[in-house]
């Protein structure tokens, strides 16, 4: 039986197809039964006579290693397609994704994106219906998600890395984490102590979800309270960053998952450091920077799952031991 995202999967394909046979500049509409997937993509056409190759990912690659590796495909694609067809246009290549991306995200080299606000966009204008998952047009989101996003999003910008407005990014951070995880978490417990008093956690999120990925995270990776912490350096966080929030995470007290909010991500020496965390002792311990905020909180506005960018964040991990 298929679950809900193949089905969904599915569905999108589905609407891209029946879009790109709308389209007036778009014609010879073929899928993986054809050129496709010879070619290793999931459609190709032809636009206003020129070569079009599209990739459909039912999840939007909020992370740069997946985004990199649609990027990759799609232009192996089209240096096969020169190949197999000499002197043949340059084939423009398209990724069709529903939600949203960052600004940083949203224009990789040599690589159109159609994201969910133009692909609702296009439809409506061609009278096709859409599915439900779609990122929201602009001005058509909940007014309140929308304006909190956009708050944070100004906050953000005006807070300088450093200890001048490291107070100032704690609170930032708190707002952030409830606006973007509560519910399904709890509310956000700020400056717990151990009983000792040794270990102050900046930020707890406590997890009684019954269902969806943070019900899978208490259930597999014994998330029952997410610990979170802020570090507002102007410098990529290091080793005795990640070593702190390590010192946090027991299997019998918070649980052993973990994120540490920076502004300029990892260095190499944090990176192994999680990495050795995980196998050795496995607490899991998510890295996000400016740039994942930013992204969580476009995702919020438009009607999508913030916690979708934490999920692909721990597969790439996973998948790249």
């Not at 050795?276 to 002792?281: A, D, N, R, T, V």
Request: aromatic fraction near 8%; charge should be neutral.
């Amino acid at each position: 039986m298929a679950g809900r995202d193949d089905v969904q999967g599915w569905e999108f394909e589905r609407f891209v197809r029946e879009l790109l046979r709308e389209m007036p500049d778009v014609t010879d509409v073929e899928t993986e039964q054809g050129e496709a997937g010879d070619l290793g993509v999931d459609i190709a056409a032809q636009w206003r006579g020129r070569p079009l190759l599209v990739q459909v990912a039912a999840e939007t690659p909020q992370t740069k290693r997946r985004l990199q590796d649609v990027v990759d495909r799609l232009k192996a694609a089209g240096e096969l397609h020169q190949l197999k067809h000499p002197g043949s246009s340059k084939p423009r290549l398209v990724v069709a994704f529903p939600g949203v991306l960052s600004p940083n995200k949203e224009r990789p080299v040599g690589v159109r994106t159609w994201d969910g606000r133009y692909l609702r966009q296009e439809a409506r204008r061609l009278g096709i219906l859409t599915p439900s998952f779609l990122a929201l047009l602009q001005g058509e989101e909940p007014v309140q998600e929308r304006d909190r996003a956009q708050e944070l999003l100004g906050r953000l910008q005006r807070i300088r890395p450093g200890v001048t407005d490291w107070t100032r990014y704690e609170k930032f951070c708190e707002d952030l984490l409830g606006f973007l995880f509560s519910p399904p978490l709890e509310q956000v417990v700020t400056q717990s102590s151990t009983e000792s008093g040794v270990n102050r956690r900046d930020f707890i999120l406590p997890n009684y979800s019954q269902d969806g990925f943070w019900s899978f995270m208490r259930v597999h990776y014994h998330a029952d309270f997410v610990v979170a912490e802020a570090k507002n350096s102007g410098l990529p966080a290091g080793k005795t960053e990640v070593l702190q929030l390590a010192n946090y995470l027991t299997r019998h007290g918070t649980g052993l998952v973990g994120m540490l909010l920076t502004r300029r991500g990892f260095k190499r020496d944090a990176a192994w450091t999680s990495r050795e965390q995980w196998l050795l002792h496995d607490k899991l311990i998510v890295g996000l920077d400016d740039e994942d905020c930013k992204q969580m909180l476009l995702t919020k506005g438009a009607g999508g799952d913030p916690a979708e960018l934490v999920r692909q964040r721990i597969e790439d991990f996973r998948l790249g031991i």
